[in-house]
């Protein structure tokens, strides 16, 4: 035995509809002591299936139908105890500690967070009530919950995603385990607390000599914080290579498109991402060869006819599952590199303001009692000033909370603003009735978030896209409704035919063009893409990017994109507004945002964001930013953010800094800079 | 050959027909056998009610006291009641009682509900307030006791009691109708359509309702046999359907008694009621499937 935890073959496979489904397809990694994995891929790739395979977890209708998982000091071959067996009880949570996705649900509402603990500690290690409880104390200090002591008798509901999050760590490495999986564990939370969280994970692995698995879909994470990595697609590892190798000297052509289709912090203005065509396959339709074949553009006819390629030594600790020899991947590289690729879209911006917002406030009421009395405010945006110009993006970054979505719903006037101008090609919209606001609907237009979610299962795809030209009697007869539509459909890259489809028998990126589709219907001079990718796979969302570039060139929308992975922001935009609980910190030009952040929000948001480049990484300082981002119901007194600034004065405390010009439109409101 | 071709291109942006709509609908349908075989039963039960003068094989209201209490024989299918009744004869007819009163009532509960659910959910504020304390209000009351008061101000007959049966079990319908609403409201797609400048009928009709109405059907099936056999319950005190004539739910209640001598008098009406309910389950699941286009391709 070499390693920590060996396994080996792992195929593991659902029943749907009596059929077997594989969704994982023969998966190998091992694992040291202390060292910190990152097993990455898309949804659906098996990575989250194969930790729970590991750990016996899967639920039916799965099974886990052959493998090997040999963990150091046991004997036998972990798969072959019962699943509910003691020794896999006392292996689960002892040995191999958890952390899952949801903060909000994983942990037991009607039992203090300490007794939940104090339980783990008292299963797993030999130790009385007394014992167990001052470890629990030291573990929610070691994971830097404040008050430690006090906390313990606290409930999960009063603590924020963040601190449960730092909750379930503490539980985890309560039993002083050999392995930490966390599994997608700060998907959930904002960029600067999942950096700290990250960060702390790493101490204490490092500390505590524990290995970690992180298992995530975000190339940025695995960046920063693992030492090796695994490359999962379609149910089977792909490759699997050192970091400074996957990201530098990757071989596999996933692996390769993969990095191609991201944007990254520092590319040039005019990048163009190159997204990877077609899905990810069906698992119940997986092809016997390699699954990435139809997708690759290294393919050679040959690997359609070859079974599925394992994984094959390629470079020291280096393993790629490719039947394309070096030769032919490097020959092909260079064929691609010089294949004339679609130049950026050209855009057009207009000295024109389509959408001027002048220190817009929204407030709502906290009513109480059967006679709904006022007892308090939630300020959910204050002073909120921007103009938007024809043709231009306007990216919208900052945490959760912070009123991105108000401010959009506001513009939209799906919420009226207490106070403040939204003036829209120069006519105030902010305080107009239903009826008056009618004839100004149609202008602005909305992509959601959620594809699932933002589409009406009942009606076809057609009658969706349709509809706005209905309400808007645009199209004078049927053929010409029809006609709209299918133009409308192929602007998108939808296949007309589809249009009697359902929103469910498409898949997520096809639905979302679907919604842009819908945007676009009622000819819109804004659309506010309320994260209109962040639901979508890292593959998908290239081509969405792309996608709405293209459709600014050609019919000079105007974009407010909202969103909180940064470095698409700043791929999309012009330039870019950051919001801190309610408040604009700052706006400025995408490229100088960037390259020089004024107001110290901005240059800690930028710093916390994990980018999939491992170079950068390195240059960079650990966390700059300590707290988190306060309950919009409490809102520090002065500066929103002098809490959590290194560089608040008394000054900050006080007074609320006001949005200055600082030359070249670039906009902070700090008091540094006045 | 261009022509066909142009005709089909035609027909292909118009959609699909309404016909083909409904073809398409019914094959879904009826694609499961045991909605086949409940809808055929359901056809029977009907067919059975209107032609009942030509099925039944004796008067149902005919004495024979001589006959009392005859069990199953070739004379009497299911044997005869107290009064020397043939109940086979009685079941016959007492379809046309019970599926009235049990459809009619169900059907108005669901209708008033539902609407009033509706506004309630989706105007809130005080549309929400008052018609939720109406609603409560009605809860409040035990349903018999309504029922009854309701019964002695407008006075019995079919339709009269089809229509308090109605009144005093729409309160489900506000409940769930609201709930519903509330949380289809709030989804994306509603916004969107809001945004799209969709006038708040239109928003409520054609976004909010068709979203909502998947437990409306489940709860309407299921209530069917329970209005049954409250309209027995009303007719038993004597506010009902008067003495003579038969409905499922009078059979029921009257054979009770003579389990012993005649068990066909209670249990063969009891038999039928829930039959109709497990063929309208049957069936109503099987319409909200197939209305459901989440669930197209998988039936």
């Known amino acids: 035995m070499k390693h920590l935890l060996e396994v080996n073959g792992i195929h593991t496979c659902f029943m749907m509809d009596g059929k077997k489904v594989r969704a994982v397809d023969g998966v190998s990694f091992h694992l040291d002591r202390g060292e910190i994995v990152g097993v990455v891929g898309e949804s659906g790739s098996g990575k989250s299936v194969t930790m729970m395979s590991v750990l016996q977890l899967v639920g039916a209708p799965g099974f886990v139908e052959s493998g090997t998982v040999y963990l150091d000091g046991e004997e036998k071959n972990l ?171 990757s071989e596999h052509p996933y692996t390769r498109s993969l990095l191609r289709a991201i944007p990254r912090l520092d590319d040039p203005r005019d990048r163009i991402l190159i997204p990877i065509e077609g899905l990810p396959p069906n698992p119940a339709l997986r092809p016997d060869y390699c699954p990435f074949y139809d997708r690759c553009e ?38 691609i590199q010089n294949t004339p690729r679609k130049a ?19 407030y709502f009421p906290v009513l109480k009692g059967i006679m709904k009395r006022k007892i308090g405010e939630v300020k959910a945006i204050e002073e909120i000033t921007f103009d938007l110009h024809k043709g231009e993006t306007m990216g919208i970054v900052g945490e959760s909370g912070c009123g991105k979505t108000t401010m959009a719903r506001c513009i939209m006037r799906v919420y009226r603003p207490e106070e403040g101008e939204i003036k829209f090609s120069g006519v105030d919209i902010a305080q107009m009735k239903d009826k008056e606001l009618q004839p100004y609907r149609s202008r602005i237009a909305m992509i959601f978030q959620d594809p699932f979610s933002s589409l009406d299962p009942r009606q076809t795809a057609g009658s969706i896209v349709a509809e706005s030209l209905l309400i808007n009697k645009s199209c004078k007869t049927k053929e010409e409704l029809n006609r709209r539509v299918d133009e409308l459909f192929t602007l998108v890259g939808l296949d007309p035919g589809l249009k009697d489809r359902v929103p469910h028998e498409f898949s997520g990126g096809q639905r979302q063009r679907l919604g842009i589709a819908r945007a676009l219907s009622s000819d819109p001079d804004v659309i506010i893409c309320d994260e209109p990718i962040s639901a979508l796979d890292v593959s998908i969302q290239a081509q969405i990017i792309n996608l709405l570039e293209e459709l600014q060139a050609k019919l000079g929308v105007s974009y407010l994109f909202i969103a909180h992975d940064l470095a698409v922001v700043k791929h999309i935009s012009d330039r870019v507004l950051v919001m801190y609980l309610g408040r604009v910190v700052e706006i400025a030009d995408a490229q100088q945002l960037y390259a020089n952040p004024m107001h110290p929000y901005t240059e800690a948001l930028l710093a916390a964001v994990p980018e999939a480049d491992p170079d950068v990484e390195e240059g960079k300082a650990a966390v700059p930013i300590s707290g988190e981002v306060p309950s919009i119901l409490n809102r520090p007194q002065g500066c929103p953010f002098h809490d959590r600034c290194s560089k608040a004065s008394e000054r900050c405390r006080k007074e609320v800094p006001k949005l200055m010009d600082k030359g070249d439109g670039h906009m902070v409101a700090c008091f540094l800079y006045q | 050959m261009e022509k066909e071709n142009t005709v089909v291109q035609e027909r292909k942006e118009a959609g699909y027909s309404r016909r083909e709509k409904a073809v398409k609908f019914f094959r879904v349908l009826f694609k499961r056998k045991l909605v086949l075989i409940s809808a055929v039963g359901l056809v029977l039960i009907v067919l059975m009610a209107i032609f009942a003068p030509l099925v039944a094989p004796y008067d149902p209201n005919v004495q024979s006291l001589m006959d009392a209490l005859k069990t199953p024989s070739s004379q009497y299918l299911l044997g005869t009641d107290n009064y020397g009744r043939d109940i086979l004869s009685r079941i016959i007819y007492g379809a046309r009682v019970s599926l009235i009163v049990g459809v009619l009532a169900v059907g108005i509960a669901c209708a008033i509900g539902t609407f ?184």
């Open chain 1, 79 to 249: 798969l072959e105890y019962d699943g509910n067996s003691e020794k896999m009880r006392s292996v689960r949570g002892g040995r191999i500690g958890m952390i899952f996705q949801e903060p909000m649900t994983s942990l037991n509402p009607v039992l203090t967070i300490g007794y939940q603990i104090q339980e783990n500690i008292m299963k797993h290690l030999d130790m009385d009530r007394q014992q167990a409880k001052e470890r629990t104390i030291e573990m929610l200090r070691m994971v830097k919950i404040p008050d430690a002591e006090q906390r313990f008798d606290y409930y999960p509901q009063q603590f924020s995603g963040g601190m449960r999050q730092r909750i379930m760590i503490a539980m985890a490495m309560s039993a002083k385990p050999d392995i930490l999986i966390a599994d997608e564990a700060t998907t959930a939370l904002d960029v600067t607390t999942q950096a700290q969280l990250l960060e702390m994970i790493r101490s204490i692995a490092k500390e505590t000599n524990t290995a970690v698995i992180l298992v995530t879909h975000n190339l940025g994470i695995v960046a920063r914080f693992a030492e090796r990595i695994y490359v999962m697609y379609s149910g089977s590892v792909v490759e699997t290579a050192g970091t400074r190798d996957i990201f530098k000297h």
């Open chain 1, 344 to 362: 950026a879209p050209q855009k057009n911006i207009g000295s024109e303001k389509v959408l001027e917002v002048k220190n817009v406030r929204k």
């Open chain 2, 116 to 299: 009033f659910g509706m506004l309630a959910g989706f105007f809130g504020g005080i549309v929400d307030d008052v018609i939720n304390r109406i609603s409560e209000a009605i809860r409040s009351i035990p349903q018999i006791v309504l029922a009854m008061a309701l019964c002695a101000v407008f006075g019995g007959g079919i339709i009269n009691l089809s229509i308090i049966l109605g009144i005093s079990n729409m309160a489900v319908y506000i409940r769930m109708m609201r709930g519903q609403v509330l949380s289809i409201k709030e989804t994306d797609y509603v916004m969107a359509a809001k945004l799209q400048g969709n006038k708040s009928l239109r928003l409520m009709f054609k976004h909010v309702l068709p979203n909502c109405i998947s437990p409306i059907i489940v709860q309407m099936t299921l209530q069917v046999g329970q209005t049954i056999l409250s309209e027995a319950g009303l007719s038993f005190l004597g506010l009902g359907i008067s003495a003579p004539t038969a409905s499922w739910g009078s059979i029921v209640s009257d054979g009770r008694v003579y389990l012993m001598q005649n068990p066909f008098f209670a249990l063969a009406p009891g038999v039928c009621i829930a039959l109709l309910v497990i063929f309208l389950n049957t069936v109503g699941d099987g319409v909200r499937d197939a209305l459901d286009p989440r669930m197209r391709g998988r039936l």
């Open chain 1, 298 to 335: 290294y393919r050679k006819p040959e690997c359609a006819k070859r079974n599925k390629p394992e994984l094959e030594k390629v470079g020291e600790e280096h393993y790629s599952a490719c039947w394309l020899t070096r030769e032919e991947l490097r020959q092909k590289e260079i064929e």
